[in-house]
């Protein structure tokens, strides 16, 4: 069975059966109302809490990075059914917040996306061979959505567009960087990503992923795009890993 018929089936049968919330087990809800709050439409900053977005030689500070929710209880599983169990049903959840969120986010004085004329391009963090072999690209799909939210959001001028655009690739080093040590990610950020085509001169680039822990990843792929000659305006995550201490979805609306 290929992967495309088994994603396909999954989702006929979820027409049929009841779901339980991918978050919180509740009965016959693929995410239920709470779990659901949980994933603001209003995005925050979270780059201070990740310490390798900036590190000694770099240009310029930290890279900013907005997000929707906090990477744990619920709102974790709900990431990890979209990742990893190929959930359609919570998948569609997730997308139509981040969609939702992209519109405020476009908005922000400090992401400053109405500032030029260039168009407005929306890079997915690169995903790795065989999620790629599996065509499940949850960050790619992340990317649509969040590019469909800023065209949405009226902030640009008459004839900017927007567009997501898969550029970046895996290449050298670990394939991941889970499992690596802070030097270890430090090493593999800055090799294991690769520019397929420099973007357009002008453009605006925003960044996008799925979960922000270190931030190395967002780093590298800044990095080798601000290499190739373009703007990095910022990133938007769907989930961060929150400070120590703080209660999970206690967040700054």
């Not at 027409?15 to 978050?23: F, R």
């Not at 919570?90 to 981040?98: F, M, Q, T």
Request: proline residues 7%; glycine residues 12%; contains cysteine.
């Amino acid at each position: 069975m290929t992967p495309g018929t088994a994603r396909a089936l999954t989702e006929a049968l979820a027409l049929v059966l009841p779901a339980d919330c991918a978050g919180c087990g509740a009965w016959d809800q693929a995410v239920c109302p709470q779990c659901r709050g949980l994933v603001s439409r209003t995005p925050v900053r979270c780059d201070g809490q990740a310490p390798m977005l900036s590190l000694p030689g770099d240009a310029d500070g930290l890279l900013p990075v907005w997000s929707l929710a906090d990477y744990a209880g619920p709102v974790r599983r709900l990431v990890l059914a979209w990742k990893r169990a190929g959930r359609g049903d919570v998948a569609r959840v997730l997308l139509a917040r981040a969609r939702e969120g992209a519109q405020v986010w476009a908005h922000d004085p400090d992401l400053a996306l109405g500032d030029g004329s260039g168009d407005v391009l929306v890079v997915p963090a690169p995903s790795g061979t065989r999620r790629r072999l599996r065509g499940m690209l949850v960050v790619a799909d992340l990317a649509d959505a969040v590019a469909a939210g800023i065209a949405a959001s009226g902030t640009l001028t008459a004839g900017r567009t927007v567009r997501s655009l898969d550029v970046l690739r895996r290449s050298g080093g670990r394939a991941h960087q889970s499992g690596l040590g802070v030097r270890g990610r430090v090493r593999n950020r800055s090799t294991g990503v690769r520019v397929l085509a420099a973007p357009p001169a002008g453009a605006v680039v925003v960044l996008v992923d799925d979960v922000l822990t270190t931030g190395a990843t967002l780093a590298a792929c800044s990095r080798v795009l601000d290499g190739a000659g373009a703007r990095v305006a910022g990133a938007l995550v769907l989930a961060a890993t929150p400070p120590p201490g703080r209660t999970v979805g206690a967040r700054v609306p």
